[in-house]
C-alpha cells in the first residue's frame, strides 16, 4: 500500500491529499469559509454544491503537486462520517467512482479518527504511542478520546450542549466579529485582560463538557454594557479574553484530570480549536507541570484537511478492511464506545 488518496467534505472544506506510506505529499484545501461569512455560519446546501464544483479541481491539484496520476494510487480514504450529508456525498460518491475506475480499494472513515491522526502527521518516522489521550475540540465536535489501539478508541466524555469551536462561532457573531469567530477571538484576547469578567466555568459530571450556559453569560454582559453605551473596542478586548479564559480553563482542567487519571503519559489535542494560540501555549504548560507529553499539529492539519483521513485510511487499509459500494453517508455517528 504505497500512495493513499484522501477525500475529505464533511463540511465547508473540500480536500484532497496523497500519501505515501505514512508521509503527506500533497494537501489541498479549498475552504468556502469566504462564501459562507456571509450568512454568520456553515449553510448546507450551499456547501455541497460548492462541493461539486471545487472537488474535481482539488483532485487534479493534489495529484500534480505529488507527482503523481491515478494510476498510482494504491488505496483510497474518505470521510463519510459524521457531518453534512450533503457535503458527505460528494466525496463518497467520488471516492466510489475512483475506486471503480481504478479496481482498488477504499474505506469509510469516521472525521473524528481523522483528527485523531492528525497529530502525526508531521512525524511519518515515529510510531503513535498507545494508548493515549486525545481531546478533540472543534466547531462540531468537543471529545475525549482514549485510544488504546489502531481503530481501537473509548469515548471518556463530550459536551452536552455546544461545542468548543461552535461556543467561539456564536460569541464572536454576539459581538459582530464574523465568521469563522475562532480567530478573531483569539486575536482580540491577546490585547484584553482574562480576568477584566467573571464568567461562569461550568461544572459537569464526569470528562463531560457544557459551554452554553457560558455563551450565555456572555450574551446578558454584552446587553448590560450596551445599555451603558460601554461596548468600546477595549472592553470588546475584554470580553473575548474573558471568554475565551473561560473555555480554556475547562478543556485544560478536564483534559489533564483525565490524562493522569487513566495513567497515560501522552496527550494529543487536535480539530479547528486546537490552532489556538492561548490554548495551545496553556495545555503545554499544564502538560509540562503534570508530566505529559503533549502533541499538537500543525494550524494546517488542525482544521479539516483530507491527510488526516488519508492517515487514518492508510492503517484501515493495512488491516485487509474493504468497504463495499453501497458504503453510506451519515450525519451522526460516535468514535468509540
Known sequence: ?????????????????????????????????????????????????????RLNPVLQQALDAAGVTLTHIDGIAVTNRPGLVGALVVGLAAAKAIAFALQKPFVGVNHLEGHLYSAFLTEPDAEIPFPHLSLIVSGGHTELVFARGHGDYALLGHTLDDAAGEAFDKTARLLGLGYPGGPEIDRRAKLGNPHAFSFPRARVEGWNFSFSGLKTAVRREVERLQQQNALDEATLNDLCASFQQAVLDALIEKTVDAAQAHGVDTLTVVGGVAANSALQAQMRAACNQAGLHLKIPPPKYCTDNAAMIALAGYYRLLTGERADYDLDAYASAPLGS
Open 1 to 53: 500500500m504505497r500512495y493513499i488518496l484522501g477525500i475529505e467534505t464533511s463540511c465547508d472544506e473540500t480536500s484532497v491529499a496523497v500519501l505515501e506510506g505514512r508521509v503527506v505529499r500533497s494537501s489541498v484545501v479549498a475552504s468556502q469559509a469566504q462564501l459562507h461569512a456571509q450568512w454568520g455560519g456553515v449553510v448546507p446546501e450551499a456547501a455541497a454544491r460548492q462541493h461539486v464544483e
